[in-house]
C-alpha cells in the first residue's frame, strides 16, 4: 500500500503523515528531509555547482529506512539525520537543491526504491504527482500562509530551534514561490488527490478526516 500526502511548508504534514503512518503501521517517508539532508552535507552553493561536481557528490549518499510508523527512521549512510536539517536555512537550500533535475532524479529513484520494498506513507511535495503516480491513496493539505507561518515558527519552539516569525514568514514565501514554480516536480495537488484545506481545522480533525477517507 503507498498513500501520499503533499503540501507546502508548514501545513502540518509531517505531524499528521506520521500520526496517520502510525495507525496504518506503515512506513513513514519524509522526503523533505531526504532533500534537507543532502543539504546539509553539500553545504551552501552546492546548487551552483557544475553538473558533474554534484553528479560526483551524489554518488556517495544513500537512503535506507527502518521500521514502521512513528518508529520510522530514515538514514543516510546509514547515520539517521541530525536535527540541524530542520532550520529554516536549510529548508531553503533544500529548495534550491530541488531545482536541479539532476538531484530529482536521483532522488526519485531514491524514493521509489524504497515504496517498492514496503507499504509506506510517502510525504513531501511530488509524492502523488511525480513519484507514486498509482498510489492507492492521495491527499494534499492546503492551509493559508499566515497559519502556517505560525504553525512552522510553533514547532521550531519545540525542538529548541531558534526563528525569527518575520524571517520566517520571508523564508516560507519564497521557498513557497520556488516550490510551487519549478519547471520539474512543482508542488501541486494530484488529479485524484483529496484536498483538504486545514486552516480552521486541529490535527486531530485533519487526521480523522484522512482516516474516514481510508475506511
Ligand atoms: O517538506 P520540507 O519543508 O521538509 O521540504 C524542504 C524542501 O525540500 C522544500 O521546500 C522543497 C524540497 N522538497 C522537494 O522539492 N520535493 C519533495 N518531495 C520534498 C521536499
Known amino acids: 500500500m503507498i498513500i501520499t500526502i503533499d503540501g507546502p511548508a508548514g501545513v502540518g504534514k509531517t505531524t499528521i503523515s506520521l500520526a496517520v503512518a502510525e495507525k496504518m503501521r506503515v512506513a513513514y517517508l519524509d522526503s523533505g528531509a531526504m532533500f534537507r539532508g543532502l543539504a546539509l552535507a553539500l553545504g551552501s552553493g552546492s546548487w551552483?555547482?557544475?553538473?558533474?561536481r554534484l553528479l560526483e557528490a551524489m554518488?556517495?549518499?544513500?537512503?535506507?529506512?527502518?521500521?514502521?510508523?512513528?518508529?520510522?527512521?530514515l538514514l543516510l549512510n546509514n547515520r539517521?539525520?541530525?536535527?540541524?536539517i530542520r532550520s529554516e536555512t536549510i529548508g531553503v537550500w533544500a529548495s534550491?537543491?530541488?531545482?536541479?533535475?539532476?538531484?530529482r532524479d536521483k532522488l526519485k529513484k531514491a524514493q521509489q526504491d524504497l515504496g517498492r520494498e514496503r507499504d509506506l506513507l510517502a510525504e513531501g511535495r511530488d509524492m502523488g504527482?511525480?513519484?507514486?503516480?498509482?498510489?492507492?491513496?492521495k491527499?494534499?493539505?492546503?492551509?493559508?500562509?499566515?497559519?502556517?507561518?505560525?504553525?512552522?515558527?510553533?514547532?521550531?519552539?519545540?525542538?529548541?530551534?531558534?526563528?525569527?516569525?518575520a524571517e520566517l514568514v520571508k523564508d516560507m514565501r519564497l521557498r513557497d514561490k520556488q516550490d510551487r514554480t519549478r519547471s520539474i516536480a512543482p508542488l501541486l495537488p494530484a488529479r485524484e488527490a483529496y484536498?483538504?484545506?486545514t486552516t480552521s481545522m486541529t490535527q486531530k480533525e485533519v487526521i480523522e478526516a484522512i482516516m474516514?477517507?481510508?475506511?
Request: aromatic share 10%.
Open 139 to 165: 491527499f494534499f493539505l492546503e492551509a493559508d500562509p499566515a497559519q502556517r507561518a505560525k504553525r512552522r515558527w510553533l514547532q521550531l519552539r519545540a525542538m529548541s530551534v531558534q526563528a525569527d516569525l
Open 80 to 84: 539517521p539525520l541530525s536535527e540541524a
Open 48 to 52: 551552483n555547482w557544475p553538473e558533474n
Open 96 to 103: 534550491n537543491l530541488g531545482r536541479i533535475p539532476l538531484i
Open 212 to 215: 474516514a477517507r481510508m475506511a
Open 129 to 137: 504527482t511525480v513519484i507514486f503516480p498509482e498510489a492507492d491513496y
Open 195 to 197: 484536498i483538504l484545506d
Open 59 to 73: 554518488e556517495g549518499f544513500c537512503f535506507s529506512l527502518n521500521g514502521v510508523g512513528g518508529a520510522s527512521s
